[in-house]
């Protein structure tokens, strides 16, 4: 069986057998407990979602026109695929107040409770000062969906995350629910590809370390709210406050970037060794996790175009996945979370990348006009000459 396969076998593999015991009906109050305090009390429960992202990938294609493959295309990818080192599970705390709820009453008290009704989890680059700013490509307009800012899931308190998240055993994650194929993972994407100069600026502002990349959680479950939920927004156990600019609940990263390949003088335009440390929102700590962005993750982008001239600009095999090694099977295994076979070929040896469909997404309008200097140790972008482009991903271990 292909590798690619048993990878989709295994993300299967956790939740599917979950039975979605998640039902419309309120919880009964216990005995002597009338209605109403019941449902003061669900009102009162806590935070009760953590997640944790075992991938982050990062495409610095840019110049790239609306009409394009977005599963196959992004700039940077976040999700968890792992649930050994990644998924969705309920708090500790939502447990202990839960404790003595049926399994079905502890999934619907988080629609009930004013803390974690209508929400989804967010992916978006904010404002390390504001988190409740997001870095938008376009400077005009709201943050846009699938561009500036994306769900990951549907709302947490629909019945196939809610059921499954009540049902799955303490300090079990999930990283795979029913429902639509279109988010039965964790995974969300960003889009700034736009034009090279709002590139560069996501580079430098997130460098610079002015901006995070954040998995929060939005204050509605309206896929454009651009708000993140906090501990502060709520003064009481019936007064929604203001949302906090600082305290969120959610992770961020500090993302640094360096140079991919073998360059040692070009665009920085892959994720650097060492280059992502983790941010708890809520208190403002750092998380001890170990993030692996080795180079053997770093991948160059090939036109199909420059694969198939005669003679051939750049080398890169475009057949089925054949890793020789259970170190090359590590690397397919990262690069295969965030690039379909359905979208890409990948050439291990040489560790380069085309994609299936033919056309000159990645490097936008220079088929004719400019050089790409895939195997040059030094590159400086022109009217004349591209630098290569690079996918690149960091494993949480």
């Known amino acids: 069986m292909p590798a690619s396969l048993k990878l989709r076998h295994t993300l299967m593999a ?27 009390f669900t009102s009162t429960l806590p935070f009760a979602y953590q997640s944790k992202m075992d991938t982050i990938a990062y495409m610095s294609c840019s110049n790239i026109e609306d009409a394009v493959n977005t599963r196959a295309y992004f700039t940077f990818r976040v999700g968890a695929y792992n649930s050994a080192t990644g998924g969705l599970s309920l708090t500790p705390e939502y447990r202990k107040a839960t404790e003595f709820y049926t399994t079905t ?27 409740q700013l997001p870095f938008k490509g376009d400077a ?3 943050a846009m969906p699938e561009l500036d800012i994306d769900t990951f899931l549907p709302p947490l308190t629909s019945n196939e995350i809610a059921g499954a998240l009540a049902g799955a055993g303490e300090g079990v994650q999930l990283n795979y629910f029913p429902g639509d194929a279109s988010k039965r993972l964790i995974e969300a994407s960003l889009r700034f590809f736009s034009s090279e100069g709002a590139m560069d600026n996501v580079r430098s502002q997130l460098g610079s370390q002015n ?29 929604v406050g203001t949302p906090s600019k600082s305290r969120v609940y959610g992770s961020g990263y500090r993302v640094n ?9 070009a665009p920085l335009r892959v ?22 962005c080795d180079q053997t993750y770093q991948f160059m982008i090939v036109r199909p175009e420059d694969k198939s001239a005669s003679p051939a600009k750049a080398t890169c095999f475009t057949g089925v996945d054949a890793p020789t090694s259970a170190a090359q099977a590590q690397t397919l295994a990262a690069i295969r979370r965030v690039l379909r ?17 033919t056309g000159d997404y990645c490097y936008g309008s220079t088929l004719g006009t400019r050089s790409i200097r895939y195997y040059d140790t030094s590159c400086t972008e022109s009217n004349s000459i591209a630098c290569p482009h690079f996918v690149s991903v960091c494993i949480r271990n």
């Not at 057998?17 to 216990?30: D, E, G, H, R, S």
């Not at 959680?217 to 009481?236: I, N, V, W």
């Open 140 to 142: 005009e307009g709201p």
């Open 271 to 292: 994720l650097a060794r060492g280059g992502i440390s983790e941010i708890d929102l809520q208190s403002g700590d750092d998380v001890e996790a170990s993030w692996n």
């Open 211 to 239: 901006a995070l990349l954040v998995a929060g959680y939005s204050t509605s479950d309206d896929d454009t709210d651009q708000g993140l939920r906090g501990p502060e927004d709520y003064a009481s156990d019936s007064e």
């Open 14 to 40: 956790t939740a599917v057998f979950l039975p979605l015991i998640y039902q419309n009906c309120a919880p009964a109050p216990q005995e002597g407990e009338s209605v109403s305090s019941s449902k003061s």
């Open 105 to 131: 009453n502890r999934g619907r008290a988080l629609a009930d409770s004013e803390r974690n009704n209508n929400i989804l989890m967010s992916l978006s680059i904010r404002d390390a000062r504001n988190l």
């Open 341 to 357: 076979p359905e979208d890409w070929y990948v050439d291990l040896n040489r560790r380069c990348v085309v994609p299936k469909t």
């Open 257 to 265: 970037f360096g140079l991919g390949g073998n360059m040692s003088s």
